[in-house]
């Protein structure tokens, strides 16, 4: 009698998570704003990004150039300038005063500004300086313009220092102007694209952040939709804790399932993103990836009480999980404190071994403390989200019986 006891209170508990598991896939499908943020969003939104920036890098800046030398000289310099891949050379102002209006009507993005004693100082020996002011609204405007100038005035410099000595030999010349010879080689971002740079981190932090957005909105419905203001309704079928856990995140899994496999193999295809790690490879992070998020969004749905409070916690929050995560800032810059919070989003570890592995080659085993620390916020965000939802249970229960809806 107790084997067959326990055999069907297991099977009633399985026919309780399958139950809520179909109430929560018909809700996200009846519910616009979880449509938006469990497909929209992350099917678009990737796209859109990535085409942005599929270029990768910002050439032929424009520039307003200020030529107060106005010798064979300066006129060189401007020609080498208009010529590179980093600078277009979109107009010549008489003063700076007339170069200021262009940088104004965003007309160009930088000014080149050569002095009047420009030629007499290379002619006496002299160091000379050539002035650039840029826009610094956009980061890669200024990027590019500082490198092609500063390689301009490197290789103009080694002519003019070739002139002076008058050796004999090229290789003579060559050992002179650069004694010690060096390459500059670039890894894991050949090209230095700013869309190989970034896109990978953005992906994987768009699964984290659109599914609590998702979590929320349902968790917000639910709220609105009871009279008891509760996450959980008085039925049979809510009763446990686990099968209210297991049933809505089975729905959440197998959605993010195929978004996840979507975000991470076919859009980098798309856009020819580097993407070295194997398939094997990117289940492993992703599984308890997805399992953190989920939990994780789920423990936050106890503090939406309304469906627009998510909204505006996931786009506060979006930015600075992203810097936190040590991408786009470098993490041994940043305080150790901001580093502790960090570890509270599954978005550090997962973005962290998702570049390592898809953008640098590590296997599964150079990233085993991302990998296990996932799985500890798997661990801790399931026993987070137990506590909120048997919590929720016992309100319900305290509510029906007392009859009056309350404000918790």
Request: charge should be neutral.
């Amino acid at each position: 009698m107790k084997a067959k006891i326990f055999i069907q209170r297991r099977i009633n508990g399985l026919n309780d998570v399958v139950s809520i598991f179909m109430d929560e896939v018909k809700m996200v499908f009846r519910d616009e704003g979880v449509i938006i943020f469990f497909f929209v969003v992350p099917l678009l939104y990737p796209l859109l990004y990535s085409w942005i920036y599929n270029n990768e890098i910002v050439e032929d800046v424009a520039a307003v150039v200020v030529d107060d030398s106005n010798t064979s000289a300066s006129r060189d310099f401007i020609r080498r300038c208009d010529a590179s891949s980093g600078i277009n050379v979109q107009a010549r102002a008489n003063n700076m005063e007339e170069a200021k209006l262009y940088l104004m009507d965003q007309s160009c993005k930088g000014i080149i500004h050569i002095p009047e004693t420009f030629s007499e100082d290379i002619a006496v020996g002299r160091q000379t300086h050539v002035s650039l002011f840029i826009n610094m609204s956009g980061m890669m405007y200024y990027k590019s313009l500082l490198v092609a100038l500063t390689d301009i005035s490197l290789d103009m410099g080694s002519k003019i220092q070739i002139q002076k000595l008058g050796n004999y030999t090229s290789r003579e010349d060559e050992v002179s102007v650069k004694p010690l010879d060096y390459a500059s080689v670039t890894i894991f971002n050949p090209q230095g694209g700013y869309g190989s740079y970034l896109l990978p981190a953005v992906l994987i932090l768009i699964i984290q952040q659109t599914l609590i957005l998702g979590i929320g909105l349902s968790a917000g419905t639910a709220r609105e939709d009871n009279r008891y203001n509760t996450l959980v309704p008085y039925s049979k079928s809510y009763g446990g804790m686990y099968r209210i856990i297991f049933g809505k995140g089975l729905c959440y899994f197998i959605i993010y399932a195929i978004i996840s496999s979507y975000l991470t193999m076919v859009v980098p295809r798309i856009f020819h993103f580097i993407q070295i790690a194997t398939f094997m490879d990117i289940v492993a992070i992703l599984l308890p990836y997805i399992l953190a998020c989920i939990f994780f969004g789920m423990t936050l749905s106890c503090l939406v009480r309304h469906r627009e409070n998510i909204i505006l916690i996931a786009i506060f929050t979006s930015v600075p999980i992203l810097f936190m995560s040590g991408v786009s800032w470098p993490g041994s810059m940043i305080h150790g404190a901001w580093k502790s919070i960090s570890y509270l989003f599954p978005s550090t570890f997962g973005i962290n071994a998702f570049v390592k592995m898809n953008s640098m080659g590590a296997t599964l085993n150079d990233v085993r403390f991302e990998y296990y620390c996932l799985w500890i916020q798997v661990a801790a965000y399931f026993l987070a989200a137990c506590y909120v939802y048997w919590r929720q249970i016992k309100l319900a229960h305290k509510h029906v019986l007392l009859g009056t809806p309350a404000d918790l």
